[in-house]
């Protein structure tokens, strides 16, 4: 979900990874295409953060409202464009005027539009057989006055559908708490966590919600807007968190459990010298499975001043796994490259990992960022590196290693 802070840069759309494939050596022909005109006739355009199954498809779709300009006859200025309203020209009313919708539909027989609200951001969570869909809405008021924090106004809004999309209801929520993540065992029993280190469990579909106790090491007064590094819901029930605690000469990432229908989480792994940024479950058993943390190195440095050591965040990226039954056991699986931006894990079944990153490229003069996969098929042994054109959006599908992605218009799948 998003801040509430007026210097926070907000882009239409749900946070899509850009899941194109790198390599300098190998180029990705494994592509199948879906569609050349995958939601195209939906303005402004944008897949949103969209599911596939056979045929069917559903999106949550986060969008600014479209903008149009005046003709060239009625341009007091003919050199300079000017919108049809004057309110499109209000940066803004167009953040206040930005939109979450959810669509459903097939792959080749276009998207219908089920409800939508004014929203700058969204998280969800479904059913397996899609009849269920939970949707929390955040809509930040970015005209009204801000408080001590430069924080404005924000109303979140938590709704359920129990058929597939056609009728919806609001739940009871807090409007002025807002809602990053919904993390479900079924259709009946979740979390949804939130901002402020908020942890809310649900064991009626969302009727009522039972507020958890984040881990005592997490809180601190330092940072009164703090949030959990990585979040995780196992296929077990344990909700698993990481945080980071700076220390004199470096950082460590803590990971902690709570059982389901547990009050008190419980240390699950420890990663110094590391920054959690995903933590990803695989989906293959409950009754013992793996964990992976992708994570920034965090090296010393003297400041040349006092003497004293202070820690220094390198973008060496690493992926580390334990597992269920032996979280004292981290294992470092793999370093990255030096300078790579780190953008997301996927962990499927059958030992298939996947890591998006971003090459910034710029050495020998520069150019446009190159959009990264590194994929691993034995469970982080061995991993290939390819490269293919950008995507607009995309989602990964770890029960059958089914990768989506979005260029332009055109849907494509690759399998893992």
Same mark, same amino acid.
């Given at each position: ?47 949103? =953060? ?17 903008v149009?300009? !005046? ?15 004057? @309110?499109?020209?209000?940066? =803004? ?30 998280a @969800?969570?479904?059913? !397996? ?13 970015? !005209? ?9 106004? !924000?109303?979140?809004r ?14 009871? @929520? ?9 993390l479900?065992l079924d ?14 469990r649900?064991? %009626? ?30 296929? %077990? ?20 459990r ?63 796994? @334990? ?13 990255? =490259? ?18 998006y ?25 061995n ?6 054109q ?27």
């Amino acid at each position: 979900m998003l801040s509430n802070t007026r210097r926070t840069l907000i882009l239409a759309g749900v946070t899509a990874l850009a899941f194109a494939t790198y390599g300098f050596f190998n180029v990705n022909t494994g592509w199948e295409t879906l569609s050349t005109s995958f939601m195209r006739n939906d303005r402004p355009y944008g897949g949103g =953060d969209f599911r596939v199954k056979g045929n069917e498809v559903m999106s949550i779709k986060v969008a600014h409202p479209d903008v149009t300009f !005046k003709p060239l006859s009625k341009l007091k200025d003919p050199q300079q464009a000017e919108p049809t309203e004057a @309110w499109m020209n209000d940066t =803004d009313e167009l953040l206040n005027r930005t939109t979450v919708a959810f669509f459903r539909g097939t792959v080749d027989g276009g998207m219908k539009r089920y409800f939508q609200q004014f929203g700058q951001g969204a998280a @969800w969570w479904y059913t !397996k057989d899609w009849r269920t869909q939970y949707v929390a809405t955040a809509w930040i008021d970015y !005209k009204a006055p801000t408080d001590e924090h430069d924080n404005a106004p !924000k109303t979140t809004r938590l709704l359920k559908t129990s058929d597939g999309g056609k009728e919806w209801t609001q739940l009871q @929520w807090p409007a002025a708490q807002g809602i990053n993540q919904l993390l479900f065992l079924d259709a009946q029993r979740g979390y949804a966590v939130g901002e402020r280190l908020g942890i809310w469990r649900t064991v %009626d579909g969302g009727q009522s919600w039972h507020v958890v106790t984040p881990p005592a090491g997490a809180v601190t007064s330092a940072r009164p807007n703090q949030q959990f590094n990585a979040v995780n819901l196992g296929p %077990d029930g344990v909700l698993r968190v990481a945080y980071t605690v700076a220390q004199a000469s470096s950082v460590q990432s803590f990971v902690e459990r709570l059982d389901w229908g547990k009050e008190v989480f419980t240390r699950d792994a420890q990663l110094p010298g590391q920054t959690i940024a995903r933590l990803e479950a695989s989906p293959d058993s409950a009754a013992d499975y793996s964990l992976y943390a992708l994570a920034l190195l965090d090296t010393t440095q003297s400041n040349g001043q006092d003497g004293q050591t202070r820690p220094k965040r390198e973008r060496i990226g690493v992926i580390s796994t @334990w597992t269920k039954t032996h979280p004292e056991a981290v294992t470092r699986l793999h370093t990255f =490259d030096a300078g790579l931006m780190l953008d997301g894990l996927s962990v499927g079944t059958r030992g298939v990992l996947l890591v998006y990153a971003t090459d910034p490229n710029t050495k020998n003069g520069g150019g446009a960022p190159i959009d990264l996969t590194f994929s691993s098929t034995d469970a982080g042994r061995n991993w290939t590196k390819t490269r293919d054109q950008t995507a607009q959006g995309g989602y990964f599908d770890p029960h059958d290693n089914t990768l989506y992605s979005l260029f332009a218009y055109t849907l494509k799948k690759q399998q893992f």
